[in-house]
């Protein structure tokens, strides 16, 4: 994984000073509210509704066990003793004390860890998919693409004041698993006939108060002009998108308002004053890029190992669960990924402890050379685990209570925070997910339902990405009481596609029973092998609203 250079360290090092200094000022009064909040948000720090959050960026998924080690301590010291991870596959402290910040911020610099741009109105952390260099679908490694949006977009001087947030995401295989079409910017790497490398760039995307799809603004991109033709691209954005209501200021609106072949042709003017500029891409800069994430040193797994760990998936049906959920291919044979699914009832999804964190990071030193990836789900990933291990990992995970074989599944819930943290939320969203995942814990009934994805956000902002939920819930305040509206048929993949509301809201005790009886329409008019989203797609809304609302 990418590992900082001077410049990096000392850049970071110079802002944690920086900071501490504005902090000070602010603490002693001599820095206004209103002067603060634009230093505070650039360095990932909110004023919540019962203390400070602040965002720690986690580049593109990526940790190594000594940083989730550093984290769980942090977390012991400054918070509460746990962290919340983001669908932004950042981390979150819900509970740091304002004046705590500056020394955070001075521990994170240790192990080579910032907050810088997790907030404000500037380019985001760059996401990915969380099997980056190691799927057995990937066309191309997206992760040192990322690394070079991150170099370009970190303290960019032209877009620090952006009119609003603005997040990339980009995917390098046949399957999208980086919601690429859900975002400012989308990038998909791809390879032509001549096998040339090539970038498939989508803008307009997004969810919050008006959803909509990415469209495409160049197919076919040749790898060099990636970051001359994102510059055009923002730019555009930049100069064009509106300031005035922060409602209507996000990329999506300007590219509708324009329309996709007039955005296009704005971008492309732009472009030409930039390309085969300085910032144009060398094969010596991608490959400088690409040094930083080596191969591990595998050890080769012979075919009997692997014989046997199928043995093993036979004879033990709780092991076979898990691997069945939880593991994924590996581009090498011999050699998995697994799934750490942070989705038990006494959490809220995607919190971890700071002893989960220890743990994980053991784990990661013991079977996955040192790496953990963070999900888009609020999981976590170890990388390269080999076959003739996976069980010893198994029964780990089993008596540290992490084993559970659910990833994938309907109790495998994104959600955000909500009400009981966010200052913005309408309604809590962690009590819904716990009541949901009691309701619905057999796990043959969660497996006989298949791959379902169930997403819950506490208000229009969607931080839970309830709009492509297969089935989505979104709280809402109507007359200062808490009520949850249900949409069906969202998705972030790659036929993506935005959930349709079933119809009025409910109180937050019926949601179970309406799930249920969602559920209950998709296992009577399932044929064959069709998921719940093939079976809503293929018979539309009406017969769920028909017997939800009956």
Not at 53 to 82: C, E, F, N, V
Not at 213 to 232: C, F, K, S
Not at 509 to 529: F, H, S
Request: aromatic share 8%; proline share 5%; with cysteine.
């Amino acid at each position: 994984m990418y590992r900082y250079d001077t410049y990096d360290q000392t850049l970071v090092d110079e802002r944690v000073t920086q900071f501490r200094d504005q902090m000070e000022r602010y603490l002693a009064g001599r820095l206004g509210e209103d002067e603060f909040r634009p230093l505070r948000l650039q360095n990932g720090l909110y004023i919540q509704k019962h203390a400070p959050m602040l965002r720690i960026a986690i580049p593109y998924g990526m940790l190594s066990s000594r940083q989730l080690r550093a984290l769980g301590a942090i977390t012991r010291r400054y918070d509460r003793g746990y962290g919340h991870f983001s669908t932004r596959q950042n981390l979150q402290l819900n509970w740091p004390k304002l004046e705590d910040v500056p020394d955070i911020l001075a521990e994170l610099a240790q192990v080579q860890m910032h907050a810088i741009q997790t907030s404000g109105n500037c380019i985001r952390n760059t996401t990915s998919d969380q099997f980056a260099g190691i799927a057995s679908d990937e066309i191309e490694d997206p992760r040192p693409w990322c690394e070079l949006i991150r170099q370009w977009s970190t303290l960019h001087p032209e877009f620090a004041y952006l009119p609003r947030k603005f997040k990339i995401a980009v995917t390098g295989a046949d399957a999208d698993r980086a919601a690429i079409q859900v975002h400012d910017i989308g990038l998909r790497l791809w390879r032509n006939e001549r096998n040339e490398l090539r970038v498939k760039v989508l803008a307009g995307g997004g969810m919050g108060r008006t959803p909509m799809i990415g469209d495409v603004v160049r197919e076919d991109l040749p790898w060099q002009h990636l970051l001359t033709y994102l510059e055009a691209c923002v730019r555009v954005y930049n100069q064009f998108g509106r300031r005035d209501n922060k409602f209507k200021a996000r990329i999506k609106i300007l590219v509708k308002a324009l329309g996709i072949e007039e955005y296009r042709r704005r971008v492309e003017e732009e472009w030409a004053h930039l390309k085969d500029g300085p910032q144009t891409l060398t094969e010596e800069a991608v490959e400088a890029a690409r040094s930083h994430f080596p191969e591990p040193d595998r050890r080769p797994v012979d075919e009997q190992a692997i014989i046997e760990h199928e043995r093993l998936r036979q004879e033990n049906r709780n092991f076979a669960r898990f691997v069945t959920n939880n593991v994924t291919d590996h581009r090498v044979p011999g050699y998995k990924a697994v799934t750490l699914s942070l989705k038990r009832r006494e959490h809220a999804p995607g919190n971890v402890t700071a002893d989960q964190m220890d743990a994980i990071a053991d784990l990661a030193d013991t079977y996955s050379f040192g790496e953990v990836r963070v999900t888009h789900e609020q999981n976590v990933v170890l990388s390269d685990v080999p076959v003739d291990q996976l069980e010893a990992l198994w029964q780990e995970l089993e008596t540290l209570g992490m084993a559970n074989p659910t990833v994938g599944t309907l109790n495998d819930i994104i959600c955000c925070p909500g009400g009981d943290y966010c200052s913005l939320a309408n309604a809590v969203a962690i009590p819904v997910a716990q009541a949901i995942q009691e309701r619905f814990e057999d796990l043959d009934f969660l497996y006989d339902l298949g791959p379902l994805d169930l997403n819950i956000s506490g208000c229009m902002n969607a931080c839970g990405h309830h709009h492509v939920g297969h089935i989505g819930i979104l709280g809402v305040d109507k007359k200062g009481e808490e009520y949850y509206q249900v949409s069906l048929g969202g998705n972030a993949t790659d036929d993506a596609s935005l959930g349709k509301i079933l119809g009025p809201s409910f109180y937050r005790e019926d949601v179970p029973e309406v799930i249920d009886k969602v559920l209950q329409v998709y296992v009577e008019q399932r044929q064959d092998e069709e998921i719940f989203l093939d079976t809503y797609r293929r018979i539309g809304i009406k017969p769920f609203k028909e017997r939800v609302y009956a």
